[in-house]
């Protein structure tokens, strides 16, 4: 009588270290998309624009490792997560180079894609729920970045709300990572 257990590959690595990872490359993103505002603040315009496409370089890799993190939560929400952070993330590298030309806002995709970030925290069972409640609020304070009147009136508090709920996220994954027991279970479930 054979009384081994298979397992599949995905539990053999831990999703903790998965999950700090995830929270090192968001900590990456946020200090680029920073040196390369100030970068261009300074007039060194190529040395930002540089600086920028890395950042969304590590804002695609981001997009990747959710996709991957939820996966177990939703595979389709986790799928439409990450087309919607990888269609940004192109939105914004051809406004780098084409600013006048495009009438497309990167917010319109990373709205939706920062709401569906937080929906997938809310119903995984490996992150504290707080956090999902803080993503779906900045995606829709995103959203209603795009109506010019609220821009206006809210910008800094809106942006305030986006800054620190993605950076509560990312600092959560960096210290914490992600429950490896739930995540296993959640990942079991899915696949039963």
């Known amino acids: 009588m054979n009384t081994s ?47 920028n496409l890395v950042s969304i370089g590590f804002y695609l890799a981001l997009g990747l490792l959710f996709y991957r993190m ?12 990450a087309l919607f952070n990888f269609a940004g993330c192109i939105v914004m590298a051809l406004g780098l ?8 806002s990167p ?16 119903r995984s069972t490996f992150l504290p729920r707080i956090l ?13 970045f795009l109506i010019p009147a609220v821009a206006l009136l809210l910008s800094i508090p809106i942006e305030g709300l986006g800054i620190f709920a993605e950076a509560a996220l ?5 210290v914490m990572g992600v429950n490896a027991r739930r995540w296993n279970q959640q990942f079991i479930s899915a696949k039963g």
Do not use: D, E
């Open 70 to 81: 939820f996966k177990p939560v939703n595979r389709s929400l986790s799928l439409i997560a």
């Open 107 to 122: 917010l319109w995709f990373f709205g939706p894609y920062c709401l569906l970030i937080g929906c997938l925290v809310l």
């Open 5 to 51: 257990v298979i397992i599949h590959p995905m539990l053999v690595s831990s999703p903790r270290p998965r999950g700090r990872l995830t929270g090192v490359v968001y900590l990456l993103f946020f200090l680029t998309a920073v040196l390369s505002q100030l970068l261009t603040s300074r007039n060194l315009v190529l040395a930002g624009i540089a600086t």
């Open 97 to 104: 180079f084409y600013p006048t030309l495009l009438p497309i």
């Open 132 to 144: 999902g409640v803080f993503m779906v609020l900045a995606g829709i304070g995103w959203l209603a």
């Open 170 to 174: 990312m600092l959560w994954l960096i």
